[in-house]
Each structure stands twice: as C-alpha cells, then as structure tokens.
C-alpha cells in the first residue's frame, strides 16, 4: 500500500513562496515518476509538475513553468515542490501523485497515469 502525505500549504501574499513536501510510504519510491496536480474550486484537477524516477527529467505546466520547480530526494522518500512569486489564481488544493514507472513528455504529464493520490494541502494567494 502506497501513501502520500503533503504538507507545507498555507496563505501567502501575491509574490510570496511556498515549499510544498510530500512524503511517500514503501521501498519503491525511487522507481517511479511523481508528480503535483491543483484543484481550484469549481475546475477539474490539472497538471502542475512532474519528475521522472531519477529526477533527471522535469515536466511543467506553462501556467508555473519559471516559478514552480519540483524536486525530489530519493533517500527521504520525498518529492518536493517550490513556489514562487506565487499569483492569486495559484489558489488551489495541491496533491501529489505517484505516476508510472517510466515516462516522458504528455505520458509524465497525463492525469490518468497517476494512480496513487495524497490528501492535498491547500494554498491560498491572497492579492
């Protein structure tokens, strides 16, 4: 069994930066790609950022891409997501996800390749 648990959410002013963990249950972290989706109210969850099993690879929605980077410590067991210079319509419950073992381009980016999901931590932008 698979768990994922965030933590690091908050209220931050327009500008600011959040330091999104998530941490993973089971000796097989390292061999797959994790990623981090949002969900504002009222819109269908999206893709935010993902990272390939060894971290060498980074995928970004273009909404976040120069302020978001994702990162991962596979000795720790623990995918991490920066954020700054956050916006108002960063405003969201973030999850972390545990996608396939191997990816790249739309398949590491791809909601429905993600089968493990945490709790989510909201985030909240104010302007």
């Known amino acids: 069994q698979v768990q994922l648990v965030e933590s690091g959410g908050g209220l931050v002013q327009a500008g600011g930066s959040l330091r999104l963990s998530c941490a993973a249950s089971g000796r097989t972290f390292s061999t797959y790609a994790m990623g981090w989706f949002r969900q504002a109210p009222g819109k269908d969850r999206e893709f935010v950022a993902a990272i390939t099993w060894s971290g060498s690879s980074t995928y970004y929605a273009d909404s976040v891409k120069g302020r978001f980077t994702i990162s991962r410590d596979n000795a720790k067991n623990t995918v991490y997501l920066q954020m700054n210079s956050l916006k108002p319509e960063d405003t969201a419950v973030y999850y972390c996800?545990?996608?396939?073992?191997?990816?790249?381009?739309?398949?590491?980016?791809?909601?429905?390749?993600?089968?493990?999901w945490g709790q989510g931590t909201q985030v909240t932008v104010s302007s």
């Open positions: 996800a545990r996608g396939p073992a191997y990816c790249s381009g739309s398949v590491c980016t791809s909601r429905e390749r993600y089968n493990y």
